[in-house]
């Protein structure tokens, strides 16, 4: 199967501060996604970015099929954005381990 | 509207005993999903849906698990044996028609087997 590698494991951050997350996959695949787990368990759709780029407030996401690796970018955090963010290639159900971000106040 | 709805939301319950989750999907979603998520494996898919039948079981664990959707407003995932090692937060997502990839989660059942 695909293997989705997500970087850096673990941040933290200051509020205020900028970040890019990284997915990358061992094979081409479409219909990717990213989600936010919040820190009491819910899971949210942030992004469907097959490739291209798309923008939602502070956050935005860029997709680069050819090169099998997608950014999500979070600008001036805030402490709600606290959680874990995964990417996944959801026709194949193939999800990555995830980012873990702590946005400190 | 509401969301996906998902009962109960923490069930703990003993080795060997069956336990039921439901699942209540967005209305006029055709296609609903279950997720399990634990610390080692992560987020997988176990099962998921199209207008009330099976597509995918291929991530189904074992005999011991089992799912339905007997109609377009409800599913139930069932484990029957239930094992330690089956503990684990149990999501139900749905998504509309033409859109499989806009996936609405629910809150989650959180399943410990003692």
């Known amino acids: 199967g695909i293997q989705v590698e997500q970087s850096p494991p673990d941040l933290i951050l200051q509020e205020g501060a900028n970040s890019t997350l990284r997915c990358n996959f061992s094979d081409s695949v479409n219909n990717l996604q990213w989600f936010h787990q919040n820190p009491w368990g819910q899971l949210i759709n942030l992004f469907y970015?097959?490739?291209g780029t798309k923008q939602n407030g502070r956050l935005s996401a860029t997709t680069v099929a050819t090169e099998r690796y997608s950014l999500l970018y979070i600008s001036s955090s805030q402490t709600t954005d606290s959680g874990v963010y995964f990417c996944a290639a959801v026709n194949q159900f193939y999800f990555g381990t995830g980012t873990s971000l702590t946005v400190i106040p | 509207d509401a969301g996906v709805i998902q009962s109960p939301r923490h069930e703990v319950t003993e080795m060997g005993q069956e336990v039921t989750l439901r699942c209540k999907p967005i209305?006029?979603?055709?296609?609903l999903f279950w997720y399990r998520q634990t610390m080692m494996r992560g987020l997988e898919l176990l099962i998921y849906?199209?207008?009330?039948?099976?597509?995918?079981d291929s991530g189904m664990p074992e005999d011991r698990f089992s799912a339905k959707m007997p109609n377009a407003s409800f599913s139930t995932l069932k484990i029957q044996p239930s094992e330690p090692r089956d503990s684990a937060v149990y999501f139900c997502?749905?998504?509309?028609?033409?859109?499989?990839?806009?996936?609405?989660f629910g809150p989650g059942t959180r399943l410990t087997v003692l």
């Open positions: 849906f199209n207008n009330n039948v099976p597509i995918d």
């Open positions: 970015i097959p490739s």
């Open positions: 209305s006029g979603h055709d296609y």
């Open positions: 997502a749905s998504s509309p028609p033409d859109r499989f990839y806009e996936q609405f």
